[in-house]
């Protein structure tokens, strides 16, 4: 008999996960459940479409379900070099259209990349990656996490010089300092960033653009210059009471945790935000021993960032196994402190009121105060791009969005030439695999831009952008 339903990923039991970083709160298929898994997809590609950066997911589920991981990994490293760290983290929004949505339940797409990804441990044994002589051009890529990486990659293969400059002593960016250790393991991104440099990009560690080189030496010296330079500057609330200690920015906190920093949480902690670094932080926090966590959201459930998604709901699924507690509709409006130290936040409680335009607004019923204990407050409201890396100069001409991101143009050259961009900086997605793509798009750019691409070997080592459109109908190829 046909079975539709969606074969399930095993996972760890939360309380075995909440004592240690080391362990990932989902399995990893089998060979046989990756083949069941595998074998239900019908090959529409509709999900390439939803799908960033354009990855070929029917024809890598197909490899798969064939018994075939290696042909997997290469399909995918048409277009994106992290193949096990995105089967783990990515939001997978291709899942969310597939087809088999309503029937079983969609095709596991990220397990089964991860499933493929895991099976090797040294891509170079399946990967026959050309070894380019330089072709004469050098590029500078500011920036060591997704965009920078992937930039690097396609950059090196066409013999193009790179060098990568990261002001962490780590290469990574929030792969590595925010999305938590228990979810995307440091031997899982060792061995992607591993195989990248190995193509012969040059690192540059402990180095800030704009502290310990001019940006504007960068741009004199490079033939172009990609920023991958992320959101990495804290968007704090100025609660009254802020200056107590035990309150961080999420992206501080997680960072310290993530170095292996024992911080001291106590046994109460509150987060601040209702997106998927306030989970993050919540559950770090349960593992580094605070005992009663919870989330305050100004807004409903329904309104979290994220959702509705499939992704959204199951990181609320994992976060409430693992005892967070949620409290919605709330405004916190100060920060109660002895002797220099938090000890609670006082807050409001939110009535929900909709004028018929956009969405409704939290507005905070303050006949009434509210009060929560806290040993530790984490604050995970947001982060924007840190611009004082360049001089006025180039500042006065980057174009940037209302909102602050950099614009570019369709080949992600900024305003200014020869200087292209992509990431958290630029989209406005703010995730890894749209941080993977605005990369793709550059290289080309770059290329492009370099007039070399009549030096290109061979072109199935160029990112292939817009796949989607070959499986959209109303789309006319020209
Ligand atoms: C807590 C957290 C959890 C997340 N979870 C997920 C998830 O599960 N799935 C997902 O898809 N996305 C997730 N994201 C988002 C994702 O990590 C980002 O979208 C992605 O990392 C952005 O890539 P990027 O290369 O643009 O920037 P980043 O990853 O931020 O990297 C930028 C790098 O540039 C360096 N840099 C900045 N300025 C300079 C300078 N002047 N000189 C030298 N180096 C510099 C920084 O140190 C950093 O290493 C998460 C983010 C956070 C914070
Ligand atoms: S939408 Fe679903 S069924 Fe269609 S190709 Fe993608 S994974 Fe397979």
Redesign the pocket.
């Known amino acids: 008999m046909l079975n539709f339903e969606r074969v399930k990923i095993q996972s760890e039991l939360p309380e075995k996960r909440v004592g240690s970083f080391e362990v990932e709160p989902l399995k990893e298929y089998t060979q046989q459940e990756a083949y069941a898994e595998a074998g239900r997809c019908i090959g529409c590609n509709i999900c390439t479409q939803s799908c960033p950066a354009s990855l070929d997911i029917g024809g890598y589920i197909r490899s798969t379900a064939l018994g075939d991981p290696a042909e997997t990994v290469r399909i995918v490293f048409e277009n994106l070099p992290f193949p096990a760290i995105?089967g783990r983290?990515?939001?997978h929004m291709c899942e969310d259209i597939c087809v088999l949505y309503d029937t079983g339940g969609p095709i596991a797409i990220r397990h089964l990349k991860r499933y493929a990804a895991d099976q090797f441990d040294d891509y170079s044994k399946i990967l026959d990656t050309p070894r380019r002589s330089f072709i004469n051009k050098k590029v500078a890529v500011?920036?060591?996490?997704?965009?920078?990486?992937t930039a690097a990659y396609y950059l090196a293969i066409q013999g193009v010089k790179v060098t990568l400059?990261?002001?962490?002593p780590?290469?990574?960016?929030?792969?590595?300092?925010?999305?938590?250790r228990y979810?995307?393991p440091d031997s899982v991104i060792d061995k992607e960033i591993n195989f990248i440099l190995s193509l012969g990009v040059e690192v540059r560690l402990n180095?800030?653009?704009?502290?310990d080189i001019k940006?504007a030496n960068i741009m004199n010296e490079y033939d172009a210059v990609f920023i991958?330079?992320?959101?990495?500057k804290p968007r704090m609330t100025g609660t009254p009471g802020s200056e107590a200690k035990g309150i961080y920015h999420?992206?501080e906190f997680?960072r310290r945790a993530n170095l292996g920093e024992k911080i001291q949480v106590g046994k109460n902690v509150v987060v601040i935000g209702g997106g998927?670094?306030a989970n993050?932080?919540s559950r770090v926090s349960i593992r580094l021993g605070a005992k009663n966590v919870c989330i305050m959201y100004r807004r409903r459930e329904i309104d979290r960032p994220g959702y509705p998604s499939l992704?959204a709901e199951e990181e609320l699924e994992e976060s409430v196994e693992e005892n967070v507690k949620y409290i919605w509709e709330v405004t916190p409006f100060e920060y109660v402190s002895e002797n220099g130290k938090v000890t609670g936040v006082k807050y409001w409680e939110n009535e929900m009121v909709s004028d018929g335009h956009g969405r409704a607004k939290p507005v905070p019923q303050k006949d009434k105060v509210k009060f929560i204990e806290a040993d530790t407050v984490i604050e995970?409201t947001g982060?924007e791009t840190?611009f004082s890396?360049m001089e006025d100069e180039y500042l006065k001409k980057l174009r940037l969005t209302p909102a602050g991101h950099i614009i570019t143009n369709p080949q992600g050259m900024t305003s200014i030439p020869g200087l292209f961009s992509?990431?958290?900086?630029?989209n406005t997605?703010?995730?890894?695999?749209?941080?993977v793509r605005?990369?793709d798009t550059a290289v080309i750019g770059i290329l492009e831009y370099l007039n070399v691409m009549d030096q290109i070997a061979d072109d199935r080592w160029l990112p292939y952008l817009d796949r989607w459109k070959k499986y959209s109908p109303n789309i006319i190829q020209r």
Do not use: K, W, Y
């Not at 500011?142 to 990486?149: C, E, F, S």
């Not at 780590?170 to 938590?180: A, C, D, E, K």
């Not at 180095?207 to 502290?211: E, H, L, V």
């Not at 992509?422 to 630029?426: A, F, I, L, P, R």
């Open positions: 995105i983290v990515c939001t500011v920036g060591g996490g997704p965009a920078g990486l400059f990261e002001s962490l780590v290469l990574g960016g929030f792969m590595r300092v925010g999305i938590p979810r995307l180095t800030r653009i704009g502290d940006f991958g330079v992320g959101n990495h999420a992206t997680l998927f670094t993050d932080a992704n995970a982060q840190d890396f992509g990431g958290d900086s630029t997605a703010r995730d890894l695999i749209s941080a605005d990369a």
